[in-house]
């Protein structure tokens, strides 16, 4: 069965330290996409950064880095220099090439919560 | 350039009647997904709108149905509606049903089944 694992119900950071979130997997699938969404208290879901299972290198965007270990099944999202506006839920969503479409499935989230 | 608008932004219905969401895809986007998000929870898929078909669907009663305009626009109903239908229902936009550039949502319609 495909799933996401997300075992960090909520998570504590100084401001400026680097925070490293888990995700676990669970695919028999060859191809698939990873994702790690951002949802602050007004709702609404931010894209962050996207790892295809295929890519060699792990991706970057800006101060987030998603660190995928294929074989381990992890794909882990790394923030350098948490800032207070960091605070929200943090998913992880992993996207899968089906007949005709992608079907996406989250994890439960990840609460963060950036002390100054 | 205008993000994913989602109306109405909160709803409140009685059990067993029906109810229709509707979603404008960010510009230049083709395709569409619809989520339920219970609270506390991650996102649930429910389907994907592409080409103005419904190419993916998740665990879903049929209860809940949907439908792309040639405009990419969609709608999302919901029939017989049940108490744990009570959730904020999410819309998302793609370039494509991949979504390798990363899917933008909307704010959410709030649905309260009373």
């Known amino acids: 069965a495909q799933k996401i694992t997300q075992t960090q119900p909520g998570m504590f950071v100084q401001e400026k330290e680097a925070v490293t979130l888990d995700c676990t997997y669970d695919t028999s699938d060859q191809s698939y996409g990873l994702f790690w969404y951002k949802q602050p208290s007004s709702g609404e879901m931010i894209f962050l950064i996207y790892?295809?299972?295929?890519?060699?290198q792990n991706a970057t965007e800006g101060r987030y880095s998603l660190n995928f270990q294929k074989a381990r099944k992890s794909a882990n999202l790394v923030i350098s220099a948490s800032q207070l506006g960091d605070s929200a839920m943090y998913f992880c969503?992993?996207?899968?090439?089906?007949?005709?479409?992608?079907?996406?499935?989250f994890g439960a989230g990840t609460r963060l919560f950036v002390k100054a | 350039d205008a993000g994913v608008t989602q109306s109405p932004t909160h709803l409140i219905k009685t059990r067993g009647q029906q109810v229709t969401l509707r979603c404008s895809p960010k510009s230049g986007h083709d395709t569409v997904s619809w989520y339920q998000q219970a609270l506390g929870q991650g996102p649930q898929f429910i389907f994907q709108y592409y080409e103005e078909e419904e190419r993916q669907r998740g665990n879903f009663p049929d209860r809940f149905s949907g439908h792309q305009f040639p405009n990419y626009s969609s709608e999302l109903n919901v029939n017989a509606l049940l108490l744990g239908d009570s959730a904020l229902y999410l819309c998302?936009?793609?370039?494509?049903?991949?979504?390798?550039?990363?899917?933008?949502f909307g704010s959410g319609t709030r649905l309260t089944v009373v």
């Open positions: 969503a992993m996207s899968r090439a089906l007949t005709g479409g992608f079907k996406t499935i």
């Open positions: 998302a936009s793609s370039l494509g049903p991949q979504g390798a550039n990363g899917y933008t």
């Open positions: 790892q295809g299972s295929y890519d060699e």
